[in-house]
């Protein structure tokens, strides 16, 4: 009785999914509102598993309401999304039962409620959509004074994800949201290493909760598994690292490309074409500045650096470099790499400075 329940359960998610692609077209004719749960624009794993389970979830707790998880990229893109790929396959669920920006028009929706996950604004070009949101899940640096957004500095937002859907459902118990959440907050967490200093009481408290549920799990080899996804990029030109996991800031007019890649940048800045495919990516995008965020992660040590390119006659360049190297609160540790020729690249003394805490000072720069 036990496994087909299970069995029963790990079929939930995946009818739902599969339901959606037939409600696609008839959307605008929907006399109730459509609510789109969407994660940020870099779509990697925390913001995919975040913005699916809430859906899954919100969907379940309101029979007949019209719930959608939508991945904030091109659907061209999600294979490069390697770890992200991995674990949704994992519960047997692929591009074709997912929902991306180029399958749904959202400025065209008239009755659209947004529910915001990883981000807690919207990008420039989404600016229109505003008056939609009406609810905001995050972990980044707050930026907004929505009344309805629980903003809170966790090492993920999965973390944040799962105590909310606990909250509004005590018996939630769904298999597959809880193998995803507990796969995504190992991997933002470093394995739950203090060392790493990522992990908060909640991310614990969170793992405790899908081990409680689920049974205990090899938490060491399911994060070895998972770096080695997010690590598995060899496949993958220089310009589809860069659009990988990719962050774009844009003021007037001037746009800045953050781009987080599985090694370090100064590998990156090694391989074959990379000024040409660099400057394809840079010229198709618009970009004035790219900045490459990488890491290292050996058994318990974690390696960061920055390369820096770009128009360096520029003053958005010039900003941002001033303020990498003179940031206080963090600050970056960043020791100048006169080794390498060709681009700016830095050592990043900061082991604990992600991109969460570098796009600020961009921003603040810009």
């Not at 359960?9 to 009818?15: G, H, T």
């Not at 005590?170 to 809880?178: G, I, K, T």
């Not at 618009?286 to 900045?291: D, G, K, P, Q, R």
């Not at 040590?301 to 001033?322: C, F, H």
């Amino acid at each position: 009785t036990k496994l087909i329940l299970l069995d029963s359960l790990l079929q939930e998610m995946f009818s739902w999914l599969t339901s959606l692609q037939s409600l696609l077209p008839r959307l605008s004719c929907l006399p109730s509102p459509v609510t789109v749960v969407m994660g940020n624009q870099a779509c990697d794993l925390d913001s995919g598993v975040s913005c699916l389970t809430l859906a899954f979830h919100r969907a379940a707790a309101q029979p007949g309401s019209t719930v959608l998880p939508m991945f904030n990229i091109h659907s061209k893109d999600f294979p490069l999304k390697t770890e992200l790929v991995a674990v949704l396959a994992e519960e047997n669920i692929h591009a074709e039962h997912l929902i991306f920006r180029d399958t749904l028009d959202l400025a065209s929706m008239m009755n659209l409620q947004m529910v915001l996950v990883d981000h807690n604004v919207l990008t420039e070009e989404d600016r229109e959509l505003e008056s939609s949101v009406v609810e905001i899940l995050d972990h980044h640096a707050k930026e907004t004074d929505h009344e309805n957004a629980t903003i809170e500095q966790v090492g993920s937002c999965s973390s944040l994800v799962l105590r909310q859907i606990i909250s509004e459902n005590p018996s939630f118990q769904d298999p597959s949201c809880l193998r995803m959440i507990l796969k995504t907050i190992l991997l933002d967490t470093v394995g739950l290493q203090p060392a790493a200093k990522r992990v908060t009481p909640l991310d614990v408290e969170m793992v405790g909760k899908c081990e409680e549920l689920l049974g205990p799990q090899d938490r060491g080899e399911m994060f070895r598994r998972l770096v080695e996804e997010k690590s598995r990029v060899d496949h993958l030109t220089v310009g589809q690292l860069c659009r990988r996991d990719l962050k774009v800031v844009s003021k007037d007019g001037i746009r800045i490309a953050l781009s987080s890649v599985p090694m370090l940048a100064r590998r990156w800045s090694e391989l074959a074409e990379v000024e040409k495919e660099m400057g394809e990516f840079m010229a198709d995008g618009h970009y004035t500045v790219l900045l490459v965020i990488g890491i290292d992660i050996d058994k318990d040590n974690v390696t960061r650096d920055l390369v820096l390119a770009g128009d360096e006659a520029s003053d958005s360049y010039k900003k941002i470099k001033t303020a990498l190297e003179n940031n206080t609160e963090p600050c970056l540790g960043l020791e100048l790499d006169k080794t390498v020729s060709s681009f700016v690249r830095y050592s990043q003394q900061n082991r604990a400075a992600s991109r969460k805490q570098i796009l600020p000072i961009v921003k603040q720069a810009l």
